[in-house]
């Protein structure tokens, strides 16, 4: 799958966003090593901290199905009701739960839904990150 393949997908998942309050829908796309997809939107509750990312509801889904094995996301977000013309980057959160799950070779692709895309590591966009390992220092 190409990375502007993902795009697209995580463009439609966008399409399914709950944001009656924040009005700014988000979509995601993960890429399994197995080659399937796992799509999520972002989902807003009242009480803004049980909100849930597109990012990780896409990843809170493949892990429930057993995956464990993830070397791509696509994220695509911006005002409901409007295309998408923005980069949006990942939240600290989803940040960390991506490196939870994901090594070194974990790609990251934000576009502005114009047929180009920004890619970067885990690594350049959660430099010094905490993880498993730390825990047994």
């Known amino acids: ?16 966003a709950y944001v009656p309050y924040s009005h ?6 993960l890429l ?9 939107c972002n989902i807003e509750n009242s009480s803004f901290g049980a909100t849930n990312c597109a990012e990780r509801t896409a990843f809170f ?12 996301i696509a994220v695509v977000g911006g005002p409901e009701g409007e295309r998408v013309h923005e980069l949006c980057p990942p939240c600290g959160i989803c940040r960390q739960v991506m490196r939870e799950f ?13 047929g180009t895309y920004f890619e970067a590591s885990l690594e350049e966009m ?3 990150s905490f993880s498993q390992e730390d825990l047994s220092k």
């Open 24 to 29: 700014f829908a988000v979509g995601a796309a």
């Open 102 to 114: 994901c090594g070194s070779g974990f790609r990251i692709y934000l576009s502005k839904g114009d």
């Open 32 to 40: 399994t090593g197995s080659g399937k997809v796992y799509r999520g």
């Open 61 to 72: 889904s493949a892990v429930y199905e057993g995956e464990r094995d993830f070397t791509a």
């Open 126 to 128: 959660l430099p010094f």
């Open 1 to 16: 799958m190409t990375p502007l393949q993902l795009v697209d997908l995580a463009i439609e998942a966008r399409e399914r």
